[in-house]
Each structure stands twice: as structure tokens, then as C-alpha cells.
């Protein structure tokens, strides 16, 4: 039998939409050299018009940083710094339904996601590098640790304020000013942080938010005025940032794409990993940088976990990301579906075998129904690029040495999955598998005080926990670890 939802749609009301948004810099807003539109992906209705900064505009966001920094940031002691960390991080959850609701219209992810994981996480973010900042000097990094300077800060679209978070709360903690640039599509969470940094009285110039497309990034990651590029986004732009950087001195740090395998032995509790699989792949659409892409399920087991997958992916619900019983929501551009549905018809042309799950795509915005291919083989593209949406790749093993082999054979190593009930098999795949994080048992799980970061093409630097600090201290010559 199956039950009909009755709507649940969370309140726009909370959000006050400007009709237009400038840049912040030196602590207010301010004009640039052109706008751009914001719309939302689920209705493709224009949200507000935002501010695209030119190099000028870049100029003036890190010669306001520089002040700041100066002045103010890296001479003012930890124990004050944290107390605006903490402030921020209150004011993060005393307005967390406005920012959910706001993440939610300009991304199109379900509200069920942004108010239960990206703004709580990016406030936990920001409380726990409030602990960190008068306690720098017993991280492991020498008795007293130096900021950076002034550091350049470019994010992707799909979580906004949560890489927004992973970026600044370090970064501040450390005694650093930051620019950041966040994507060209999901510019507004960021730039009601702004208004968040004004509330918590923020020194002006500590954060600036430079809203634009690449090139705005280009201009922010080039300029000579910035101590450190942290860059979260595809290894192809990954890869350009780097040569800008380098022989530049600045310091650089990487956070890239990612084609995960969630790993099923066949002593794994079948309904338990089918939810793992399904948040490892269907959880924000897909736009997961550590996906569990492939899944890798052993062959004994393959055609049961197989049929509890498909039955499991009939049951979600696909539309309205402002309603509150909404799995999968829109995906978040029009250039994001087409490079779904190019890498999708190069699977089926190559040929896996595809299987969506049934459910009705609305009009207007962007969509794609929760899929996976069967008959994969690892030269297939879907097995080897990152698809970035939800699309999930099957493919089989028969011996733990054969599920290492295949999982590491990709060009990235940001993340994995093991599902069994064997811990010393989970800790013989851990010590094998060349990602970043190894979960057991459980999929996409985050924390502040946890390192996240890759191997290989994923990038380098992590960024979370005590190693997390290494990116935003000055410790070459020093530190003792
Ligand atoms: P990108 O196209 O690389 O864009 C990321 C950011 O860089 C955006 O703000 C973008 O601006 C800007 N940018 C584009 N070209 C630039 C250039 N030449 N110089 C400097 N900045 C530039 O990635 P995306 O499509 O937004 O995000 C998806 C990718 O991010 C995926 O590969 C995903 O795996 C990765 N990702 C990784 C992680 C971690 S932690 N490893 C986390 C999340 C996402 P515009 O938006 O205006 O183009």
C-alpha cells in the first residue's frame, strides 16, 4: 500500500529577499562593476540581483583585508577572537530556519537537508574553532603559531554556507582576514553571512565577500596582496589555480572532486546498507564531492541488495525542495543537468545498463530521477568521472583484495564505504583504501573536529580538526609535529 504525502511546504516567510545585493567589503555593502541574476533552480524564478566584482573590486576587498588584518585581527588576542567566533556561531543558529529556508530557494536542495545537516554543521563549524582560537599555541604546531595574512577563499555550489563555514571559522580562529568568492549560482547565504558578521560586530574588513563568476575567482586567486589560496571545487579548476599559484610564495590548499566507492561485503545487514547506499548517492542530489558513486557489492550478494536498492529508490520523493517531505530536490543549474545528461547517455552508449526510478519530474527547473547503471565496467566513463548528481554506478567483486583493487583504481581518493559486520575487515579495507575518509558502516557523516581532505586528484590539505589549523598557520620552520 502506499501513502499519499499531504504537502508540507516550509514557510518562504522567513526570508526577507532584497531585490539586489552588493559586495561586502570593509564591513558594508557596496556597489561593483555589474550585476547578475540568482534564480532558483526548482521554479527557475529570478530570487535577486547580485553584484559581479571586477579586479578593482577584487582590489579594494583585499586592501580592506589587509587592513584588517594589520590593525586589528592577527594583534588582537585569541581569547577575543573566539568570542566573535562564538558570537557568530549564535547568531548562525538564532537565524538558522531564515538561512535553511534561503539555502534551500537559492540551491534546491530539500529543506529537510539544509535545516537538518548544512546549518547546523556550519554552525558547529564556527563553535568549534571559537575553542580552538585562544588554544593555538597547544595544537602541536609550536609555542605560538602565526597567522597567514590575508587569505582568498573560492567555493562551490552545493553547500553553500557549509564550505562558506569549513573556509571562514578556520581561518578567523587562526588570526587570518579572509576574501571569499562564492559560486556565481549560490551567492545569497553568503551574502546574509555578511549581514550575520555585521550583527556580530565583526571588526570591518576581517571577512569580505566578493560575489561573481570565475573570473571574479581568477581575479581573487591571482592577486598579489593574498598569503594563501583555499580553493573547494572541480580538479579541473583545481588544477589551473595551481599553476597561478605557483612559485607566487602564496600557500595553497585543495579541495576537489571525488568518485567514492561505497564498498558491500555479503555478510552487511541488506536494509542497512541500502540506506547507506542511498545516502551516499541520492543525499543533496548527488552534488557530494565524496559520493559513494560506485557501489562495489560483492556477487553472492548483488542481486538482493540490488532489488531492496530499487525498491528503496521507488519510495523517494522527488520535488518541491521547500516541502519538508521532500528526498531529492532540484539540481542546482541548467549546465549541471546537461552534464548529467551527457554523462548518462555516454553510459548508456557504452553500454550500461540504466534503471531510474519512477516518479514524475515537475515542469519547470531543473530535474533528474535517482538512477543507477548495472553492467558497468570500470572503463566506462560513469565508473570513471565525477557524474555530480544522482547517479549511481554498479559494479561487483568477489574478494576484499579485488573490492581494494577496484576501489583504488580511479584517478581520486577523497572518500569511501565498507559495509560488513567484520571490524577487522573493516580496518584491513581502511589501511588499503587510498581516500581521505574511510566510513564503516554509515555514509557522509561530518564533523568539526574530524579531518577532511584527499588524496590524488582530490586535492590536498584537509580541512577540519587540529589538522585543519595546519592550512591557516604559518609553521614552516616551526611546529612540531
Ligand atoms: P568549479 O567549477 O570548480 O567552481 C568552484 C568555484 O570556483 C566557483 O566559485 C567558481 O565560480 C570558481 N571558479 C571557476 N573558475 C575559476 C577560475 N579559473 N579561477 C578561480 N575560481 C574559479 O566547481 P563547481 O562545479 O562549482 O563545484 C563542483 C565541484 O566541487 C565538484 O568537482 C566537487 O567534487 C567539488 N567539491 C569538492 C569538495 C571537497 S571538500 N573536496 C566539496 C564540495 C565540492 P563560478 O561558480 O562562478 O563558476
Given at each position: 500500500?502506499?501513502?499519499?504525502?499531504?504537502?508540507?511546504?516550509?514557510?518562504?516567510?522567513?526570508?526577507?529577499?532584497?531585490?539586489?545585493?552588493?559586495?561586502?567589503?570593509?564591513?558594508?555593502?557596496?556597489?561593483?562593476?555589474?550585476?547578475?541574476?540568482?534564480i532558483?533552480?526548482?521554479?527557475?524564478?529570478?530570487?535577486?540581483?547580485?553584484?559581479?566584482?571586477?579586479?578593482?573590486?577584487?582590489?579594494?576587498?583585499?586592501?580592506?583585508?589587509?587592513?584588517?588584518?594589520?590593525?586589528?585581527?592577527?594583534?588582537?588576542?585569541?581569547?577575543?577572537?573566539?568570542?566573535?567566533?562564538?558570537?557568530?556561531?549564535?547568531?548562525?543558529?538564532?537565524?538558522?530556519?531564515?538561512?535553511?529556508?534561503?539555502?534551500?530557494?537559492?540551491?534546491?536542495?530539500?529543506?529537510?537537508?539544509?535545516?537538518?545537516?548544512?546549518?547546523?554543521?556550519?554552525?558547529?563549524?564556527?563553535?568549534?574553532?571559537?575553542?580552538?582560537?585562544?588554544?593555538?599555541?597547544?595544537?602541536?604546531?609550536?609555542?605560538?603559531?602565526?597567522?597567514?595574512?590575508?587569505?582568498?577563499?573560492?567555493?562551490?555550489?552545493?553547500?553553500?554556507?557549509?564550505?562558506?563555514?569549513?573556509?571562514?571559522?578556520?581561518a578567523?580562529?587562526?588570526g587570518?582576514?579572509?576574501?571569499?568568492?562564492?559560486?556565481?549560482?549560490?551567492?545569497?547565504?553568503?551574502?546574509?553571512?555578511?549581514?550575520?558578521?555585521?550583527?556580530?560586530?565583526?571588526?570591518?574588513?576581517?571577512?569580505n565577500?566578493?560575489?561573481?563568476?570565475?573570473?571574479?575567482?581568477?581575479?581573487?586567486v591571482?592577486?598579489?596582496?593574498?598569503d594563501?589560496?583555499?580553493?573547494?571545487?572541480?580538479?579541473?579548476?583545481?588544477?589551473?589555480?595551481?599553476?597561478?599559484?605557483?612559485?607566487?610564495?602564496?600557500?595553497?590548499?585543495?579541495?576537489?572532486?571525488?568518485?567514492?566507492?561505497?564498498?558491500?561485503?555479503?555478510?552487511?545487514?541488506?536494509?542497512?546498507?541500502?540506506e547507506?547506499?542511498?545516502?551516499?548517492?541520492?543525499?543533496?542530489?548527488?552534488?557530494?564531492?565524496?559520493?559513494?558513486?560506485?557501489?562495489?557489492?560483492?556477487?553472492?550478494?548483488?542481486?538482493?541488495?540490488?532489488?531492496?536498492?530499487?525498491?528503496?529508490?521507488?519510495?523517494?520523493?522527488?520535488?518541491?525542495?521547500?516541502?519538508?517531505?521532500t528526498?531529492?530536490?532540484?539540481?542546482?543549474?541548467?549546465?549541471?543537468?546537461?552534464?548529467?545528461?551527457?554523462?548518462?547517455?555516454?553510459?548508456?552508449?557504452?553500454?550500461?545498463?540504466?534503471?531510474s526510478?519512477?516518479?514524475?519530474?515537475?515542469?519547470?527547473?531543473?530535474?533528474?530521477?535517482?538512477?543507477?547503471?548495472?553492467?558497468?565496467?570500470?572503463?566506462?566513463?560513469?565508473?570513471?568521472?565525477?557524474?555530480?548528481?544522482?547517479?549511481?554506478?554498479?559494479?561487483?567483486?568477489?574478494?576484499?583484495?579485488?573490492?581494494?583493487?577496484?576501489?583504488?583504481?580511479?584517478?581520486?581518493?577523497?572518500?569511501a564505504?565498507?559495509?560488513?559486520?567484520?571490524?577487522?575487515?573493516?580496518?584491513?579495507?581502511?589501511?588499503?583504501?587510498?581516500?581521505?575518509?574511510?566510513?564503516?558502516?554509515?555514509?557522509?557523516?561530518?564533523?568539526?573536529?574530524?579531518?577532511f581532505?584527499?588524496?590524488?586528484?582530490s586535492?590536498?590539505?584537509?580541512?577540519?580538526g587540529?589538522?585543519?589549523?595546519?592550512?591557516?598557520?604559518?609553521?614552516?620552520?616551526?611546529?612540531?609535529?
Open positions: 500500500m502506499r501513502f499519499d504525502y499531504a504537502p508540507a511546504p516550509e514557510s518562504r516567510s522567513v526570508v526577507t529577499l532584497r531585490d539586489s545585493y552588493g559586495l561586502f567589503i570593509g564591513g558594508s555593502f557596496t556597489g561593483g562593476s555589474s550585476v547578475f541574476k540568482t532558483s533552480p526548482a521554479t527557475e524564478e529570478v530570487l535577486a540581483e547580485v553584484t559581479h566584482a571586477g579586479p578593482e573590486d577584487v582590489d579594494r576587498a583585499v586592501a580592506a583585508a589587509r587592513q584588517a588584518y594589520e590593525r586589528i585581527w592577527s594583534v588582537m588576542p585569541g581569547r577575543e577572537r573566539g568570542k566573535y567566533l562564538f558570537r557568530i556561531a549564535r547568531l548562525v543558529q538564532e537565524r538558522a530556519r531564515e538561512l535553511a529556508v534561503l539555502e534551500t530557494m537559492d540551491n534546491g536542495k530539500p529543506i529537510r537537508e539544509s535545516r537538518d545537516v548544512d546549518v547546523p554543521l556550519a554552525a558547529a563549524h564556527f563553535f568549534y574553532h571559537a575553542g580552538w582560537a585562544d588554544k593555538l599555541g597547544y595544537a602541536g604546531f609550536g609555542p605560538s603559531p602565526r597567522p597567514l595574512g590575508v587569505v582568498g577563499q573560492v567555493i562551490p555550489w552545493n553547500f553553500p554556507l557549509l564550505m562558506l563555514a569549513w573556509k571562514v571559522a578556520p578567523l580562529a587562526c587570518n582576514t579572509v576574501v571569499l568568492k562564492p559560486a556565481e549560482t549560490t551567492p545569497l547565504t553568503a551574502l546574509l553571512f555578511a549581514e550575520i558578521c555585521q550583527q556580530a560586530d565583526l571588526p570591518p574588513g576581517v571577512v565577500i566578493v560575489t561573481g563568476d570565475g573570473s571574479t575567482g581568477q581575479s581573487l591571482a592577486h598579489p596582496g593574498i594563501k589560496v583555499a580553493f573547494t571545487g572541480s580538479t579541473e579548476v583545481g588544477k589551473q589555480i595551481a599553476r597561478a599559484c605557483a612559485v607566487s610564495g602564496k600557500r595553497l590548499t585543495l579541495e576537489l572532486g571525488g568518485k567514492a566507492a561505497n564498498v558491500v561485503f555479503d555478510d552487511a545487514p541488506v536494509d542497512q546498507a541500502v547507506g547506499i542511498v545516502n551516499g548517492i541520492f543525499f543533496n542530489q548527488g552534488h557530494v564531492c565524496c559520493a559513494g558513486s560506485r557501489l562495489l557489492v560483492q556477487e553472492s550478494v548483488r542481486d538482493e541488495v540490488l532489488a531492496a536498492l530499487r525498491r528503496r529508490m521507488g519510495t523517494l520523493r522527488l520535488g518541491d525542495p521547500l516541502d519538508k517531505n528526498d531529492v530536490g532540484a539540481i542546482n543549474s541548467r549546465a549541471q543537468l546537461d552534464k548529467i545528461g551527457e554523462l548518462v547517455a555516454s553510459g548508456e552508449a557504452e553500454g550500461a545498463s540504466r534503471w526510478a519512477p516518479c514524475q519530474l515537475p515542469d519547470r527547473g531543473f530535474w533528474f530521477p535517482p538512477t543507477l547503471f548495472t553492467e558497468v565496467s570500470q572503463a566506462h566513463r560513469i565508473a570513471r568521472e565525477e557524474i555530480f548528481g544522482p547517479v549511481l554506478s554498479v559494479m561487483t567483486f568477489r574478494t576484499p583484495a579485488e573490492a581494494v583493487q577496484k576501489a583504488n583504481n580511479t584517478p581520486y581518493g577523497l572518500s564505504g565498507v559495509w560488513t559486520e567484520k571490524g577487522s575487515l573493516i580496518l584491513w579495507m581502511a589501511s588499503r583504501l587510498r581516500a581521505g575518509v574511510v566510513w564503516a558502516n554509515t555514509f557522509n557523516r561530518f564533523d568539526p573536529s574530524s579531518p581532505g584527499g588524496y590524488k586528484e586535492g590536498f590539505g584537509r580541512e577540519g587540529r589538522h585543519g589549523l595546519e592550512a591557516y598557520l604559518d609553521i614552516a620552520g616551526g611546529g612540531d609535529v
